[in-house]
């Protein structure tokens, strides 16, 4: 059995935050909620937030403002994108194994969604794959996709595939790419509409294929970007 690793509280909340960075659900230059609210979301006290945000400015994941329009705020576009080069550069074999987990355990995701979704989860559904059609930058492109796949996994009414989403969403810090060559992001989101009709049919063999579409796309990017990053 492994030791068990104790964490400070203000841990576990720059865990959280950081993981909605990764995953694309928070966007670049936006601002946090305010730190009642957040120290009230994470059960921690102010003080103990305060230094979770002091942590997650000195790793460059937020800028923190003073004054009357002041507060924290996710980094911008730029920043995170060299943050999440530097990262895949570090371990880009790290990188392939998250993919290889967030391919297993979608692709079961989708096949059971086909069965068990229900009327919430296609609302989900078609809310994100709204969002991806009114994207105006890589970022909320990105955005829209985690929230799409996040509800991918809630409507497998599975818990233990949705958190492994979750994770792996959360692992794998991709860099934006604002300019994908070859029409990818046109691709992309021809895969994620065939996905959500074959949902809505109820066809597992259909989502089956269009997740499978989705994860051409996903592995050509990080070769790509690992690539790059090197």
Known sequence: MRP??????????????????HAGLLLPAERLP??????????I??????EALRVL?????????RGAQG?????????????????MS?????????????TVNQLAAARLAAARRGTADLKRLRQATDMMHSALNAPQRKQAEALFLLALGDASQNPLLARAIEDGLAELFLPFEGNLPDGSAVDALKSFENLLRALEREDASASEVAMAELH????????RMTRNAA
């Open 4 to 21: 068990v690793e104790p964490q400070a509280a203000h841990g576990l909340a720059v865990d959280l935050l950081r993981r909605q960075i």
């Open 34 to 43: 305010a730190e009642r609210q957040l120290s009230d979301k994470f059960g």
């Open 45 to 50: 006290s102010r003080v103990t937030l305060r």
């Open 57 to 65: 400015e000195t790793h460059q994941y937020i800028t923190v403002r």
């Open 71 to 87: 507060g924290a705020f996710v980094t911008d576009e730029d920043r995170l994108t060299q943050l999440a080069r530097r990262r």
């Open 90 to 102: 570090r371990a880009p074999a790290a990188a392939m194994r998250v993919v290889e987990f967030l």
């Open 216 to 223: 051409v796309l996903l592995w050509a990017a990080i070769r």
